[in-house]
């Protein structure tokens, strides 16, 4: 039972990192790529593409490159701060606010 909880837990750590860098990752490589005469297959070992979600090179020429929903991603990072029972961004945000707004009060 205790292997399966921490099997659980795991999974939801991989996944929750996996949301948070859809959500907050520099696409950068992605970019470099994009501006890339003629780029090689050894040209892409280091890039970090995590945020792609499809590139296309139409016939006309060029590139194209799809990043995947960072409003989703943050979404579903919310729903699942909310099934594990974590408070959200917006709730830690405001405990921290009121935490220094007391501070203050209680200085003075």
Do not use: W
């Not at 205790?2 to 907050?24: D, I």
């Not at 099934?83 to 917006?90: A, C, D, I, K």
């Amino acid at each position: 039972m205790e292997h399966k909880t921490k099997t659980r837990r795991n999974r939801t750590r991989r996944v929750k990192k996996g949301y948070e860098t859809l959500a907050f990752g520099g696409i950068e490589d992605a970019v470099r790529l994009l501006f890339s005469e003629d780029p090689k297959p050894e040209d892409l070992e280091g890039l970090d593409l995590y945020n792609v979600a499809e590139i296309r090179r139409p016939r006309g020429g060029g590139m194209e490159i799809k990043f995947f929903d960072r409003i989703k991603a943050l979404e579903c990072l919310e729903r699942l701060e909310a099934e594990t029972g974590q408070p959200s961004l917006f709730e830690a945000l405001e405990a921290g606010a009121r935490a220094l707004k007391k501070e203050e009060s209680d200085e003075t």
